[in-house]
């Protein structure tokens, strides 16, 4: 007697979409500022997603890049590529289908990587507030 098993409708049925899903709430979760993602479909073979965010210092960028790392290799069991980490103006988070860019909200705004990538399609980010370090 053969038994079906259903088709799943979670996440898990995509794997780059529960990558994406797991890093935007890990952000969520850390109160990122201004999180961007632009789905790279169509427009680059690097990964599936970018996501773009900010912290409000270098101490919360380099403890959401932490948790992030950790928090992909725990649920996915993906080691992610993190650079970036020591001055953590600018984090970088390789974990294949997702590419997750961390920044001080003032490097943010002078390397604008959502115009660059999005063509147009995000809105420029707000001006940068003071660093509260």
């Known amino acids: 007697m053969s038994q079906t098993r259903p088709v799943s409708s979670t996440p898990?049925?995509?794997?780059?979409?529960?990558?994406?899903?797991?890093?935007?709430?890990?952000?969520?979760?850390?109160?990122?500022?201004?999180?961007?993602s632009i789905p790279l479909t169509?427009?680059?073979?690097i990964a599936d997603y970018m996501v773009i965010s900010s912290g409000r210092s270098t101490r919360q960028v380099a403890s959401m890049a932490q948790k992030l790392a950790e928090r992909i290799k725990r649920e996915r069991g993906v080691i992610a590529k993190v650079e970036g980490l020591t001055n953590a103006d600018w984090v970088l988070i390789d974990?294949?289908?997702?590419?997750?860019h961390l920044f001080r909200p003032e490097?943010?705004?002078?390397?604008?990587?959502?115009?660059?990538?999005?063509?147009?399609?995000?809105?420029t980010p707000p001006p940068a507030p003071p660093e509260e370090d």
């Open 95 to 100: 974990a294949g289908d997702v590419i997750v």
């Open 107 to 123: 490097v943010r705004s002078f390397y604008n990587l959502e115009r660059m990538w999005a063509f147009g399609d995000a809105p």
């Open 42 to 45: 169509g427009k680059s073979s």
């Open 12 to 36: 898990d049925a995509d794997p780059a979409e529960a990558l994406h899903a797991l890093v935007l709430a890990s952000l969520d979760d850390d109160q990122a500022l201004e999180t961007v």
